[in-house]
């Protein structure tokens, strides 16, 4: 019998996981968020988080950003899930890691390895032999090809596309439409056809 399952996070990303556990057939009881004017989400009561009431649930932290992701997870002790949205189509030789999210349409191929707390995106393609880094977030549309590597935390823009073998940095942004033929380095802003890289998030900070 499946665990009932919480989210922190009432956003529109939440609506969407919260409809993946429903076509899952989990039932969802305690949807959490800091933002007291937050009464509900899609019929669902939202209310501030408490250690207790996640007593014999398992978590989703339904927030987009990976950055915010990663710091509730670093402070909250929970039995992660995996939210896997039916119509996915997903290898069995490939690995999901703990509290990440498959949204409809998304196809995994054989031997990739997504780590915790990824977000795949709808209609978006992870093709054999990638290795996703925790907190990585792949928006809609995108396509990786074979033996691609995303270091943490970087977001890949709806319908880019990275090219066989090329490996995406840690906290890197990768713009919408890119197209990406080189490997691109840690905490670089990458844009266009082919894909540029415009600027570094450390220097702007």
């Known amino acids: 019998m499946n665990k009932e399952y919480c989210l922190y996070g009432a956003s529109g990303h939440g609506k969407v996981i919260i409809e993946i556990l429903e076509a ?3 039932k969802i009881d ?3 968020d800091d933002n ?13 988080f408490s250690q207790q009431l996640m007593q014999d649930k398992k978590m989703i932290v339904s927030i987009g950003n990976n ?6 997870v670093n402070v909250i002790i929970a039995d992660y899930g995996i939210a896997r949205h039916p119509s996915s189509i997903i290898s069995p030789r490939c690995t999901l890691g703990e509290g990440s999210v498959i949204m ?4 995994i191929n054989v031997n990739t390895r997504i780590g915790k707390h990824c977000i795949i995106n709808t209609n978006s ?3 054999h ?5 925790d907190f990585v ?7 990786l090809c074979g033996d691609v590597a995303i270091g943490e935390g970087s977001h890949i823009g709806a319908s880019c596309v990275i090219i066989p073998g090329k490996k995406i940095g840690k906290y890197c942004i990768i713009g919408a439409g890119s197209v990406i033929i080189d490997d691109i380095p840690d905490f670089a802003v990458a844009v266009g056809n082919p894909g540029k890289i415009i600027k570094n998030i450390l220097e702007q900070q």
């Open 24 to 26: 899952m057939g989990i």
């Open 30 to 32: 305690g949807i959490f």
């Open 36 to 48: 007291d004017s937050i009464k509900s989400l899609i019929n669902y009561p939202v209310q501030k």
């Open 67 to 72: 950055l915010v992701r990663k710091k509730i």
């Open 104 to 107: 409809a349409g998304v196809t």
């Open 125 to 127: 393609t992870v093709d």
């Open 129 to 133: 032999d990638c290795t996703l880094e």
């Open 137 to 143: 977030h792949i928006s809609p549309n995108a396509t």
